[in-house]
């Protein structure tokens, strides 16, 4: 149950979502396509969050015995859950979803009196919030939170008008990953993913949210077109994307949503260059594999998962155990290195190097605060912009271009 490879798509388009959607593209959102300094509150203009004002828990008292979680694959190893169970009698039951939809829809209703917990990336957590179904979180009650890096103890993703609704987790970059068999020297631009040079050798994430790629790159190469972040485009700045990414289809061999089967189609040969993820390197490395990765001079888009509470949680003290005991920095080290992340716990990097040598700078989890800068971390696409004006393309829109469009 807790050692299958994380095997997901964090794309966008169940109809199940309407309703959530539905809410942050009429209201919009202020979020920050980089991480966040924690004054930094994720407000939705003219949108409040219906848990808002529900009291939080002042002392975690007994455990109840059970927590049920909705993870991430990989998200929930023996290696640290375990532990966690003998020391805390909190037995982990956990169902393990493959897309950010499912994690929204698991979540409805405050995870049905069901789910305590849910492990959900910045493309789901405003959806989760403003639909009412995360409760506020104590964070007194969770001391290692204060050792996190800045840009995760109240990003906007997880944190609205100072209200938490949940700790943040780990997160890592979209790479541009790259056999070494086809490129002896490393390629420094996404360009060679749009380049006929490369046809049919081409793997790219499967998702809406890889429109955001496509509008990094076109904002360093097509300037003129105004973008300032990737996920707020304008309708003439979305059309952009959205041809530079129908030019490229011929181009790709594999759009992937699983893990194993991009790591599957780099060691056979089927493909060798795309974006992709720290752990689909470091698991190929592990294999022996010439494979290489770099973060391109135009950035990288990327994702930062949170561990967030649902609002009728049935175990809350059983939820704040976990909070408390995943943001330390040896356990929070321990998924670093078994998944290839970041942590979000300053103290992880001794702990890393421990488990794996060198390990830390390889997943930046020592990384000045210049690093954080180059990836546009995952949010919802709504119709609002930052600067208020109700100009951009709204998530819905993100599904129907790539589905209809794109692919």
């Known amino acids: 149950m807790f050692n299958r490879i994380r095997n997901h798509s964090r794309a966008a388009g169940a109809a199940s979502l309407v309703g959530a959607l539905a809410l942050l593209v009429a209201c919009g959102s202020s979020s920050n396509s980089t991480p966040a300094s924690s004054s930094s509150s994720g407000a939705a203009a003219g949108l409040t969050v219906p848990t808002a004002h529900l009291p939080v828990l002042q002392k975690i008292g007994k455990g109840e015995g059970q927590l049920n979680l909705i993870a991430w694959a990989g998200y929930l190893q023996p290696q640290w859950v375990k532990p966690f169970q003998q020391q805390t009698g909190c ?17 409805n209703n405050g995870g049905g009196g069901q789910w305590d917990m849910a492990s959900s990336s910045g493309d789901a957590d405003l959806r989760i919030i403003y639909a009412g179904d995360a409760h506020p979180v104590n964070m007194n009650l969770i001391p290692s939170w204060k050792q996190f890096f800045p840009a995760f103890r109240a990003p906007p993703f997880n944190t609205v ?13 979209n790479v541009l990953m790259y056999s070494k068999k086809a490129f002896p020297t490393p390629p420094t631009s996404w360009s060679v993913i749009y380049s006929k040079k490369y046809a049919g050798k081409i793997s790219v994430y499967d998702g809406a949210i890889y429109i955001a790629d496509g509008a990094l790159y076109l904002k360093a190469h097509n300037p003129s077109l105004g973008i300032t972040d990737p996920y707020e485009l304008t309708q003439p700045q979305f059309q952009a994307v959205v041809n530079l990414l129908k030019a490229q289809h011929p181009l790709v061999k594999q759009y992937w949503s699983s893990a194993p089967a991009q790591i599957s189609a780099f060691a056979n040969g089927d493909v060798t260059v795309g974006t992709s993820w720290p752990y689909q390197v470091s698991t190929l490395t592990g294999q022996h594999f010439p494979i290489g990765a770099v973060i391109p001079k135009e950035g990288v888009t990327g994702w930062a998962d949170t561990w967030m509470l649902a609002a009728k949680a049935p175990h809350p003290n059983c939820a704040y155990m976990w909070m408390r005991y995943i943001s330390t920095p040896k356990v929070q080290a321990e998924q670093a290195v078994s998944y290839g992340e970041t942590p979000d716990n300053m103290l992880a990097c001794g702990y890393m190097n421990q488990i794996a040598k060198g390990s830390c700078a390889q997943y930046h989890a020592n990384a000045p605060a210049a690093y954080f800068k180059t990836v546009a971390l995952w949010k919802t696409p709504v119709a609002t912009c930052d600067n208020g004006k109700p100009d951009c393309v709204p998530y819905v829109d993100w599904v129907a271009a790539w589905n209809t469009q794109i692919k």
């Open 161 to 173: 008008n100072g209200v938490h609704y949940g700790v943040s987790l780990q997160w890592g970059p």
């Open 91 to 107: 037995i982990v039951h956990a169902t393990y979803p493959n897309t950010s939809d499912e994690f929204v829809t698991l979540m």
